[in-house]
């Protein structure tokens, strides 16, 4: 079994940053893509980014240029560097992760770290 565990969030002012971490442990092969998902209150799951275990990346458009994707394959844990935060990022971030383990692959979620941006 694999389980992510996310930490970093909090509240934030306008402008500020945050960093977030999501740690993977268990019964893990190898990892391909890690990445984050945000969801805030009346919006749609949201892709913030994505980064393969070659260190390809994806932004989505609302965050380009602000936030930075990046991982530790040896310590299985990738991190969301996020700078000048607005408040439409509040939302609550979630880690996703495709595992192999030696039953197969499987698609892992972490439990959510709350970000909130606000004066």
């Known amino acids: 079994q694999v389980h992510l565990v996310e930490s970093g969030g909090g509240l934030v002012q306008p402008g500020g940053s945050l960093r977030l971490s999501c740690a993977a442990s268990g019964s893990i092969v190898s990892i391909n893509v890690m990445a984050w998902y945000r969801q805030a209150p009346r919006k749609e799951h949201e892709l913030v980014a994505s980064i393969t275990s070659g260190g390809r990346t994806n932004y989505s458009d609302s965050v380009k240029g602000r936030f930075t994707i990046s991982r530790d394959n040896a310590k299985n844990t990738v991190y969301l560097q996020m700078n000048s935060l607005k408040p439409e990022d509040t939302a609550l971030y979630y880690c996703?992760?495709?595992?192999?383990?030696?039953?197969?692959?499987?698609?892992?979620w972490g439990r959510g770290t709350q970000v909130t941006v606000s004066s």
């Open positions: 996703n992760a495709v595992v192999m383990t030696t039953t197969g692959l499987n698609n892992i």
